[in-house]
T-cell receptor, first 109, second 115 residues
Framework: QKEVEQNSGPLSVPEGAIASLNCTYS??????FFWYRQYSGKSPELIMF????GDKEDGRFTAQLNKASQYVSLLIRDSQPSDSATYLC?????????FGQGTELSVKP | GAVVSQHPSRVICKSGTSVKIECRSL??????MFWYRQFPKQSLMLMAT?????????EQGVEKDKFLINHASLTLSTLTVTSAHPEDSSFYIC???????????FGNGTRLTVT
């Protein structure tokens, strides 16, 4: 079992729709969770981080964490073509940040 | 927000030569920096953890004699790819954080091509 798992996609949604990205992790002791966006050929940029169970909202983005289910998700409301990118889930484990394989999101105009 | 500067952004070198990549934290002190490598269509793989004033900690399967890491100050870490080969061609990205549970901030990456 991989330490951090994501559906590689591609996930395709129409412009204006909600995009839902999911991530599961194996280490029950993990406390910090991050979502990064990576455009092709570029380095990742931080979108959100979440430490506590529940929802955390920032603009069009909502991160959701359920530690009991070892599950973290990212919702993107009113998706825009500029949101098309690979979204990386990362989990802080043992002093290191472990990344999932990323989900490719495509927002169609 | 936190800024991490990485240089060069792109380098092409011949097989057998060495390449040095610099990573600087511009507006915060980073006792720990991380070096990742990313092959096309794959996720980021942690290569090593760079600790200021001490030896780097390498991940399993990463050759410490090939990928030399030096973290001489709280704002600078360097990665030297020694005797580079075509299979070392990849996207190398450094990252740093201000505190243990703080988010990682990434440099812009270095695209290495070994011919």
């Amino acid at each position: 079992q991989k330490e951090v798992e994501q559906n590689s996609g591609p996930l395709s949604v129409p412009e204006g729709a909600i995009a839902s990205l999911n991530c599961t992790y194996s280490d029950r002791g993990s406390q910090s969770f991050f979502w990064y966006r990576q455009y092709s050929g570029k380095s990742p940029e931080l979108i959100m981080f979440i430490y506590s169970n529940g929802d955390k909202e920032d603009g069009r983005f909502t991160a959701q964490l359920n530690k009991a289910s070892q599950y973290v998700s990212l919702l993107i409301r009113d998706s825009q073509p500029s949101d098309s990118a690979t979204y990386l889930c990362a989990v802080h484990q043992g002093g290191k940040l472990i990344f999932g394989q990323g989900t490719e999101l495509s927002v169609k105009p | 927000g936190a800024v991490v500067s990485q240089h060069p952004s792109r380098v092409i070198c011949k097989s057998g030569t060495s390449v040095k990549i610099e990573c600087r934290s511009l507006d915060f002190q980073a006792t720990t920096m991380f070096w990742y490598r990313q092959f096309p269509k794959q996720s980021l793989m942690l290569m090593a953890t760079s600790n200021e004033g001490s030896k780097a900690t390498y991940e399993q399967g990463v050759e410490k004699d090939k990928f030399l890491i030096n973290h001489a100050s709280l704002t600078l870490s360097t990665l030297t790819v020694t005797s580079a080969h075509p299979e070392d061609s990849s996207f190398y990205i450094c990252s740093a954080r201000g505190g243990r549970d703080s988010p990682l901030h990434f440099g812009n990456g270095t695209r290495l091509t070994v011919t």
